[in-house]
Every structure is written in structure tokens, then in C-alpha cells.
């Protein structure tokens, strides 16, 4: 297991297209989290899992964005009728359990969006 | 939950120089962690510190955690261009919150080094 792998690398869409992105964590880490950037700017959190379970999702996130991790192994991401502010770089994070030797997120490379 | 503050939000030196960014947050901290991002990149983990004034070194750089929990400071001693890229600090969304949960990231400090 080499790292956090996300697909694809590069999304450009039309606005009021559905995208959706994948993100594929370290084996042992039981904890994935959604993050979005935009540039000049940290990220911003978006939800995290535990395991299968969906423990917290951002109040700023609209009902356009959904995002599942069905047997708690890798997480998609979809965006619904994409608008021209999604454009951004999504980022894949994951940690290990509560517990282990944690040395912070290890992020993914992330996923740019462009809306056009 | 949380806001964490991070000045400079440039800054650009002679290789050579030393370098300061500082991280507040509007509440105590369990903890706190920096990234470093490099242009085009992602972020990756550098440090978590978690006692009250405590010190790490990695090198040229010293990481310094507040009495009060609720700041933080990197310093880069004798920049390289090879330490070109964003800083950001990281706290826990949620007082007494763990490093394995949701963070709330700075706006960063973007560093620049002229060789």
C-alpha cells in the first residue's frame, strides 16, 4: 500500500453535469475524510466516515454533494448539477484508529475540478 | 467550532534568511499539526505537537506549541530553496477534540525563497 490514491487527477465538466470522484485510503486506516481547496485557501472540511459510517458532514455542503463509503474500504464523492463555485481541488485524507501511532493525515493528491 | 489564524499569509526571503509563521486559534487546543504543501502538491503532515510550550526540531525547523494551547509557531532556520510551498497549521474542530478526527486547516503561508 503506497498511500491515499484518488481518481481521477483532473475533472473538467459543464455546469449542471454530475461528477463523481473516488478515493481509495490506506489499507488500515479506519477513518476517511473529505476536504476541499480552493486556491489561496486551507482546506475546508466537507465529511468524514468511521469505518462505513458517515459521522459528519459540513453544514456549508448543499444537498448537491453526497458522498458514501459502502463497505468502509474506498469513498466516492458526487457532485450533482455541478456549478461553476464547485470548481475546486477535492482532497481524500485518512487516519488510522484511535489508538495506533497517529502522524496526521495522509492525504490523497487530490482531485481538481474545473466547471466550465 | 473553531477558527484557527495564520500570519503572514506571504511571505518572501533570500535563501539564506529565517522564516516565521504563527497560528492562532479562537480556542484551546488539544493539539496541533502542520502540513506543508508544495506548489501543485497536497498537503503532508510535518509535525503534531500536544503539551502546553512544547518544542519540536526537525532539522532547520522548530515548532514551538503555546503555554496557553492556543498558538503555535514554525520557524525555518536558513531557508533552502527546496522549503518553497504553503504552511499550514491544524487544530481539532472541537475543544478536546483528538488528532483523529476533523481539523480546521489555516488560510496557510505561502512561502517563497529567492535563490
Known amino acids: 500500500d503506497t498511500g491515499v490514491s484518488q481518481d481521477p487527477r483532473h475533472k473538467i465538466t459543464k455546469r449542471g453535469q454530475n461528477v463523481t470522484f473516488r478515493c481509495d485510503p490506506i489499507s488500515e486506516h479506519n477513518r476517511l475524510y473529505w476536504y476541499r481547496q480552493t486556491l489561496g485557501q486551507g482546506p475546508e472540511f466537507l465529511t468524514y466516515?468511521?469505518?462505513?459510517?458517515?459521522?459528519?458532514k459540513s453544514r456549508l455542503l448543499s444537498d448537491r454533494f453526497s458522498a458514501e463509503r459502502p463497505k468502509g474500504s474506498f469513498s466516492t464523492l458526487e457532485i450533482q448539477r455541478t456549478e461553476q463555485g464547485d470548481s475546486a481541488m477535492y482532497l481524500c485524507a485518512s487516519t488510522p484508529p484511535s489508538g495506533q501511532p497517529n502522524y496526521g493525515y495522509t492525504f490523497g493528491s487530490g482531485t481538481r475540478l474545473t466547471v466550465v | 467550532g473553531q477558527q484557527v489564524m495564520q500570519i503572514p499569509q506571504y511571505q518572501h526571503v533570500q535563501e539564506g534568511e529565517d522564516f516565521t509563521t504563527y497560528c492562532n486559534s479562537s480556542t484551546t487546543l488539544s493539539n496541533i499539526q502542520w502540513y506543508k504543501q508544495r506548489p501543485g502538491g497536497h498537503p503532508v503532515f510535518l509535525i503534531q505537537l500536544v503539551k502546553s510550550g512544547e518544542v519540536k526540531k526537525q532539522k532547520r525547523l522548530t515548532f514551538q506549541f503555546g503555554e496557553a494551547k492556543k498558538n503555535s509557531s514554525l520557524h525555518i532556520t536558513a531557508t533552502q530553496t527546496t522549503d518553497v510551498g504553503t504552511y499550514f497549521c491544524?487544530?481539532?474542530?472541537?475543544?478536546?477534540?483528538?488528532?483523529?478526527?476533523?481539523?480546521?486547516f489555516g488560510q496557510g503561508t505561502i512561502l517563497t525563497v529567492h535563490p
Open positions: 491544524a487544530g481539532p474542530w472541537r475543544a478536546g477534540g483528538t488528532s483523529y478526527g476533523k481539523l480546521t
Open positions: 466516515f468511521q469505518n462505513e459510517a458517515q459521522l459528519e
